[in-house]
């Protein structure tokens, strides 16, 4: 009797055994992951900069009188708006350039009345025709350096100088009492409108930066805002700033309350594309490259990607993924392909 109870006992043993191992390799070893759904849409990267909005030197001039004189009133000061036709600054010509005058109006009077004397005599037949032509070409030389003496206004004893368009004075070297030479640069003017951003990046991004990339600008303490596009990159670090300086032209009806001096923030479009996107968390990188978990049936699908616009919370990716199928975006470095997880309660 006691060893059929034995043999009993030891079936019974056996048999909890084998269950207990049974269940344990049912048992598969899972991991507790956090997913996200996979969304298609545009995804912008950007950079932030900052700088200064500045007139454009492209489009702005330097004015002076075309004959030497003596400044008599200067009429605008630096930074001032001006229209076109506005007066900007008076000139007394200057005593040499009043007697070049006179003297090309003598010359003229005398080459004329040279030129009817001669056609008197050749009437007469005591003059040649080829004095006639002499005279005839004297007449014309005189009469050429008194045009050029007007067109430089050597007969007015007070001359004014206009803006040549609607401007903003940007600099202006002449005072009153100065004297000046022709040609001699009195201002410089910028054309009302036509400005430029000047951005500051840091050396390491600016190889990302190209001509052509759209630029938004805003204040950084007022409301202007303008749509702008990379005109230039430079190569060289900016001693004063330690930053590549990129710059954006803009004006006109492009430009809304921005001015030459105000300080600016630039949103720097570097790419832009339309795909499905996924949190920058869910994607992976080994010595095979890109790939995220998926979750399908429980398990953890392991799938190849290449990744594109990637800002700082989104990244776009293409592959053999389902887009229905979510993504792990926490607890993916402790998966492998096909194992068992659990998600987390949201």
Known sequence: ????????????????????????????????????????????????????VEADPTASASVSFPRPGRISRVRVV????????????ELATDPSAAAAYQQALAAAEFARGELDRTESLAAQRL?????????????????????????????????TLTAPFDAVVMALSAQP????????????LAR???????????????????????????????SGTADAKVSQVHGVVNPRTRLVDVVTLFGGAKAHGLMPGMQVRGEI?????????????????????AYLFQ?????????????????????????????RLAVVVQGNYELEDGMAVREQAK
Do not use: C
């Open 177 to 188: 009492g100065d004297r000046v030479q022709a040609g001699a640069p009195l201002m410089q």
């Open 78 to 89: 630096s930074g001032q708006f001006v229209k076109r036709g506005e007066p900007l600054i």
């Open 295 to 323: 979750v399908a049936g429980g398990h953890a699908r392991r799938v190849a990607v290449k990744t594109g616009v990637q800002t700082k919370r989104l990244v776009s990716v293409s592959g053999p993924f389902d887009p």
């Open 192 to 222: 009302a409108g036509a400005l430029r951003a000047r951005l500051g990046v840091e050396p390491e991004d600016a190889s990302r930066v190209t001509v052509g990339m759209p630029v938004h600008l805003a204040s950084v303490f007022g």
């Open 127 to 159: 003059a040649t025709r080829s004095q006639v032509a002499a005279a005839r070409k004297n007449l014309a030389d005189a009469q050429a350096a008194l045009t050029a003496q007007r067109k430089l206004g050597a007969q007015r004893k007070l001359d």
């Open 1 to 52: 009797m006691r060893r059929s109870l034995s043999l009993l006992f030891l079936v019974l043993m056996s048999a909890v055994g084998f269950a207990a191992k049974t269940a344990a390799a049912d048992q598969k070893p899972s991991v507790l992951v956090e997913v996200a759904t996979m969304n298609r849409e545009r995804v912008v990267d950007r950079l932030t900069v900052y700088g200064a």
């Open 269 to 289: 479009t570097l790419a832009s594309e339309r795909s499905w996107v996924v949190p920058r968390s869910a994607v992976l990188r080994d010595a095979r490259g």
